[in-house]
């Protein structure tokens, strides 16, 4: 008898999620959690007309689901550029891209996906998702996982600009792939690298991107650190005013 309770011990010991389960699970914390700090760097590069690409850097904090307040740092057309953003559900305010006021675009517009890296980090759309390998970070066992996003889903996403916001675009094609660090002692996300293509048609309202006949292309990618998860974020991220 002790020996079969040892052994079911050890079964219940080895019996761990799937790494869809963990996904689920772990995208589940983050959102509980409520809060966290992000630390990132990101690339994009987009095609229309005149060809764009900057790599930057972000640092702020986040409130789940949709909530972030960050600043962000990019070299864009010869000039160096810092520039404070905040997301809401969707809406994207930025403040030092086209001057000292605080503006608003759609998250699904390329310049908003730039600012709003919580909302491209979505992981409702992951599917085929795989286990890596299991790293330590800081100290602490993870599982890494891979993913592809869904493409339906992300070219829903895409389309899905408020109306009343600048540009509408015609999104043709989409394709997008992601990859987490979940520690294996709480199951909290605390890294992930999502990276995002997109063909599209229509005026992507960015300086010196014009629309041309054969459509545009944008490509971004996001590395960012979840550290700080379930702290309090001071002062509250709010809506800022806009002219």
Not at 151 to 172: D, H, R
Request: hydrophobic fraction near 35%.
């Amino acid at each position: 008898m002790a020996a079969l309770a040892i052994a079911c011990g050890s079964a219940a010991t080895l019996a761990e999620p799937s790494p869809t389960e963990l996904l689920q699970k772990a995208s589940s914390n983050l959102k509980a959690a409520k809060t966290a700090h992000i630390d990132g760097t990101g690339s994009f590069a987009i095609s229309s007309g005149l060809s764009i690409s900057f790599d930057f850097k972000l640092n702020g904090d986040a409130e789940m689901p949709d909530k972030s307040r960050l600043t962000t740092q990019m070299s864009l057309l010869g000039q160096s550029l810092s520039v404070d953003t905040i997301t809401i559900g969707g809406r994207t305010f930025s403040k030092g891209l086209m001057g000292a006021d605080w503006t608003e675009s759609a998250a699904s517009d390329p310049e908003g996906a730039v600012l709003d890296p919580l909302g491209q980090a979505d992981l409702t759309a992951a599917a085929s998702i795989t286990e890596v390998d299991r790293p330590e970070i800081d100290g602490r066992k993870t599982r890494h996982l891979s993913y592809v996003i869904d493409q339906s889903k992300l070219i829903e996403k895409m389309k899905g600009s408020p109306s009343g916001s600048t540009p509408s675009l015609n999104v043709s094609g989409a394709t997008g792939k992601g990859e987490v660090w979940i520690r294996t002692d709480d199951s909290q996300i605390v890294r992930q690298l999502v990276k995002l293509s997109v063909d599209m048609d229509g005026d992507l309202g960015i300086p010196g991107a014009s629309p041309t006949a054969g459509g545009s292309k944008f490509e971004i990618s996001f590395d960012i650190k979840f550290t700080h998860i379930g702290e309090p974020i001071s002062p509250a991220i709010t809506a800022p005013p806009t002219n």
